[in-house]
Nanobody, 121 residues
Protein backbone atom coordinates (compact mmCIF):
# COMPACT_ATOMS: atom_id res chain seq x y z
CA UNK A 1 0.00 0.00 0.00
CA UNK A 2 1.02 3.61 -0.54
CA UNK A 3 0.06 6.38 1.88
CA UNK A 4 0.16 10.11 1.27
CA UNK A 5 0.11 12.41 4.29
CA UNK A 6 -0.38 16.15 3.80
CA UNK A 7 0.44 18.94 6.20
CA UNK A 8 0.66 22.72 6.23
CA UNK A 9 -2.92 23.82 5.63
CA UNK A 10 -4.61 26.44 7.73
CA UNK A 11 -6.17 29.89 7.89
CA UNK A 12 -4.42 32.78 6.20
CA UNK A 13 -5.34 36.34 5.27
CA UNK A 14 -5.56 37.46 1.64
CA UNK A 15 -2.10 38.19 0.33
CA UNK A 16 -0.52 35.74 2.73
CA UNK A 17 1.46 32.57 2.13
CA UNK A 18 1.27 28.91 3.05
CA UNK A 19 3.47 25.93 2.32
CA UNK A 20 1.92 22.51 1.91
CA UNK A 21 3.89 19.30 2.25
CA UNK A 22 3.02 15.75 1.29
CA UNK A 23 5.07 12.70 2.16
CA UNK A 24 4.54 9.35 0.46
CA UNK A 25 5.33 6.15 2.28
CA UNK A 26 4.71 2.43 2.05
CA UNK A 27 5.61 -0.21 -0.50
CA UNK A 28 6.95 2.23 -3.08
CA UNK A 29 9.16 1.10 -5.92
CA UNK A 30 9.13 4.39 -7.79
CA UNK A 31 7.11 7.57 -8.10
CA UNK A 32 6.43 9.07 -11.48
CA UNK A 33 4.35 12.18 -10.85
CA UNK A 34 3.40 13.99 -7.66
CA UNK A 35 1.13 16.95 -7.37
CA UNK A 36 -1.72 18.86 -5.84
CA UNK A 37 -5.39 19.14 -6.63
CA UNK A 38 -8.02 21.13 -4.80
CA UNK A 39 -11.76 21.08 -4.29
CA UNK A 40 -13.79 24.07 -3.18
CA UNK A 41 -17.30 23.67 -1.75
CA UNK A 42 -19.79 22.89 -4.50
CA UNK A 43 -17.09 22.54 -7.14
CA UNK A 44 -15.27 19.70 -8.82
CA UNK A 45 -11.77 18.73 -7.89
CA UNK A 46 -9.28 20.61 -10.07
CA UNK A 47 -5.60 20.48 -10.85
CA UNK A 48 -3.33 22.93 -9.07
CA UNK A 49 0.15 21.72 -10.05
CA UNK A 50 2.11 18.57 -10.80
CA UNK A 51 5.78 17.67 -11.04
CA UNK A 52 7.33 14.65 -12.70
CA UNK A 53 10.29 12.61 -11.53
CA UNK A 54 12.39 14.54 -14.01
CA UNK A 55 11.28 17.87 -12.60
CA UNK A 56 8.86 18.93 -15.30
CA UNK A 57 6.12 21.06 -13.79
CA UNK A 58 2.58 21.83 -14.86
CA UNK A 59 0.41 24.53 -13.32
CA UNK A 60 -3.20 25.52 -13.55
CA UNK A 61 -3.61 29.03 -14.93
CA UNK A 62 -4.90 30.14 -11.54
CA UNK A 63 -1.67 28.99 -9.89
CA UNK A 64 0.87 30.36 -12.36
CA UNK A 65 3.02 33.11 -10.92
CA UNK A 66 1.78 32.58 -7.37
CA UNK A 67 2.36 28.92 -6.54
CA UNK A 68 5.54 26.90 -6.80
CA UNK A 69 5.67 23.11 -6.71
CA UNK A 70 8.85 21.30 -5.77
CA UNK A 71 9.90 17.80 -4.92
CA UNK A 72 12.44 15.96 -2.82
CA UNK A 73 12.63 12.59 -4.51
CA UNK A 74 14.94 11.15 -1.86
CA UNK A 75 12.21 11.77 0.72
CA UNK A 76 9.25 11.00 -1.59
CA UNK A 77 7.93 14.41 -0.64
CA UNK A 78 6.26 17.14 -2.65
CA UNK A 79 5.76 20.75 -1.61
CA UNK A 80 3.48 23.54 -2.71
CA UNK A 81 4.53 27.07 -1.85
CA UNK A 82 1.50 29.31 -2.17
CA UNK A 83 1.99 33.08 -2.21
CA UNK A 84 -0.37 36.00 -2.77
CA UNK A 85 -3.30 33.89 -1.68
CA UNK A 86 -6.78 35.09 -2.60
CA UNK A 87 -10.22 34.19 -1.34
CA UNK A 88 -10.78 31.90 -4.31
CA UNK A 89 -7.89 29.69 -3.19
CA UNK A 90 -10.01 28.46 -0.30
CA UNK A 91 -10.42 24.70 -0.75
CA UNK A 92 -9.40 21.30 0.46
CA UNK A 93 -6.03 20.52 -1.11
CA UNK A 94 -5.31 16.93 -2.00
CA UNK A 95 -1.92 15.40 -2.61
CA UNK A 96 -1.66 13.14 -5.65
CA UNK A 97 0.86 10.54 -6.69
CA UNK A 98 1.32 8.27 -9.67
CA UNK A 99 3.48 5.51 -8.30
CA UNK A 100 4.58 1.94 -8.78
CA UNK A 101 4.39 -0.43 -5.83
CA UNK A 102 6.97 -3.07 -5.11
CA UNK A 103 4.41 -5.84 -5.73
CA UNK A 104 2.90 -4.44 -8.94
CA UNK A 105 4.34 -3.87 -12.37
CA UNK A 106 1.99 -1.01 -13.25
CA UNK A 107 1.50 2.57 -12.12
CA UNK A 108 -1.43 3.46 -9.87
CA UNK A 109 -2.91 6.71 -8.60
CA UNK A 110 -2.91 7.54 -4.91
CA UNK A 111 -4.52 10.37 -3.00
CA UNK A 112 -4.00 11.96 0.38
CA UNK A 113 -6.80 12.67 2.82
CA UNK A 114 -6.76 16.40 2.09
CA UNK A 115 -5.78 19.49 4.03
CA UNK A 116 -7.98 22.56 4.41
CA UNK A 117 -6.73 25.92 3.19
CA UNK A 118 -8.91 28.87 4.14
CA UNK A 119 -8.17 32.38 2.91
CA UNK A 120 -10.18 34.92 4.85
CA UNK A 121 -9.85 38.37 6.34
Amino acid sequence: QVQLVESGGGLVQPGGSLRLSCAASGSILSINTMGWYRQAPGKQRELVATITAGGTTNYADSAKGRFTISRDSAKNTVYLQMNSLILEDTAVYYCYSLARRTDRAYLSQYWGQGTQVTVSS
